[in-house]
């Protein structure tokens, strides 16, 4: 705690001296998060089996500061400091461990982004480490939604038309004196969308394609961001996708997305899949039903390489649900499975409701199954869901809004597994997760 504050300290005497000399505005936001978990199952050598661990509480902590530095409308820069990367690499810290109280990184820079409009346009220019979502309107991104390096141009066109643009860079090695470097050991993808917004609807064609450095000289990188087994020379990888969302039948809301992706590798480390959601809601004044489902392509039994969806390490946050996938994160304990490729399922529930002010609730009930051939089955489920292979899982979450700026969350959520148990020697039980979380948003 004693780097973080001698941090905002340091800051502070930044501003103060930039104020004497300029008409820089500071504008500090952020949150602070406390969550206290109970957890069956989800841990242990292998989640979700026998032999995982029965039950296990823990209590983290999350603490963000956002500091952006206004010179006008058309110039500012923003600093995201988070307090602490857990000993696990965790985006946040356990109690007990070292967290922000102990040695080594505590305190790092999430986000650092300078934001300038082109002189004389709405051309916005994003420059650093910043947020990149990649375009997903039924379920969160199951390709790519968090942090990033890169520079990212926003143009409006006119009144219904904009256009984005970027260069993204998720790895690479550096480049130092008196070490040995390789040429084209990085990742580097360009990205170009248009966002169409009439009455009533919108819609986002948008394609990302990139070059995957020598993957034999980026070790383990190669396999984590899904580009294939290593190879000798530079791999292409693309996703292109159409999504959007309908609203002018008022009070239902329609949904769609379409992904496909791959790579020019070969044998083994060929990739291609797709995927494809949609969903409707009606809001009525007690709720919101909701029903969404997905399909994303398994790999076949006698193909040599995948036929898996490609993401961009695992940056996704498909939020199917709160244990399996990527829902209601709140700190606590998840398989965090971020992407949906290799199974398809359904979801129905609700959400918005309220019949006590400042209180809300949302209830899902999710289905899923596995679309991997079981001939290509691993010694694992999770995270690799063959034919056979399904499961169900109920997630209810109640928010409750204590003061304007703090919000009080309890989540409750169960997942029933049904693993084909004849294709692995591991026998495979239920989990539960209990979070009770508290927001200090500001």
């Known amino acids: 705690m004693k780097k973080f504050l001698t941090l905002l300290l340091a800051a502070g005497m930044i501003v103060s001296a930039a104020n004497g000399a300029s008409a820089v505005e500071m504008k500090v936001s952020g949150s602070w998060l406390t ?3 109970f957890a069956d199952g989800l841990f242990g050598k292998s989640p979700l089996a026998e032999d995982a661990d029965d039950g296990s509480f823990r209590a983290n902590q999350q603490i963000n500061l956002q500091m952006d530095l206004v010179m006008s409308e058309s110039l500012s820069g923003t600093l995201l400091l988070r307090a602490a990367e857990g000993q696990d690499g965790a985006a946040n810290y356990q109690w ?9 990184n505590a305190v790092t820079a999430r986000r650092a982004y300078l934001d300038w409009m082109i002189p004389t346009t709405d051309v916005l220019v994003r420059m650093g480490r910043q947020g990149v979502a990649l375009p997903s309107y039924t379920f ?8 990033i390096d890169g520079v990212m141009v926003s143009a409006p ?9 970027g260069w993204l860079r998720p790895s690479a090695k550096p480049n130092v004196w008196g070490k040995d470097h390789y040429a084209h050991s990085s990742i580097d993808l360009a990205y170009l969308g248009v966002d169409v917004a009439g009455d009533g609807f919108k819609v986002t064609p948008w394609g990302v394609v990139g070059l995957s450095g020598n993957d034999n000289k980026l070790g383990d990188d190669a396999d984590m961001w899904g580009f294939g087994a290593p190879e000798d020379s530079r791999t292409t990888v693309y996703w292109v996708g159409l999504g959007g969302e309908l609203t002018m039948f008022d009070p239902f809301k329609f949904t769609a997305d379409f992904i496909y992706s791959g790579n020019d590798a070969d044998g083994e480390a060929d990739r291609k899949g797709w995927y494809a959601a949609l969903g409707a809601e009606m809001k009525a004044g007690f709720a919101t039903p909701f029903v969404r489902g997905w399909y994303a392509s398994g790999d076949d039994a ?9 993401s961009i390490k695992e940056g996704g946050t498909f939020d199917a649900s709160a244990i399996y996938f990527d829902a209601y994160a709140l700190l606590g304990a998840t398989i965090d499975k971020c992407s949906p490729a290799g199974t398809w399922g359904v979801q129905a529930g609700l959400k918005g409701v309220s019949f006590v002010e400042d209180l809300t609730h949302r209830l899902s009930l999710t289905y899923f199954q596995g679309t991997n051939n079981t001939e290509r089955a691993t010694a694992d489920p999770v995270g690799y869901m063959t034919t056979s292979d399904s499961a169900w899982e109920i997630d209810f979450l109640s928010s409750y809004k204590l003061y304007q700026n703090l919000t009080a969350n309890l ?12 294709i ?7 989990g539960f997760r209990g979070t009770l979380n508290f927001t200090y948003a500001f």
């Not at 007990?96 to 080594?104: D, F, V, Y």
């Not at 969160?140 to 942090?147: H, L």
């Not at 006698?302 to 490609?310: A, E, F, I, T, V």
Request: charged share 20%; aromatic share 8%.
């Open 140 to 147: 969160g991104s199951p390709v790519f939604d968090n942090t």
């Open 424 to 430: 692995r020697a591991t026998k495979y039980d239920n």
């Open 302 to 310: 006698d193909s040599k390489g995948s036929k898996r969806m490609l």
């Open 35 to 37: 969550s206290f978990t």
């Open 411 to 422: 989540l409750l959520a169960y997942l029933i597994t049904d693993f084909d148990e004849n």
């Open 157 to 165: 066109i006119n009144d219904t038309v904009a256009v984005n643009a």
């Open 96 to 104: 007990g461990t070292s967290g922000t109280g102990g040695q080594g």
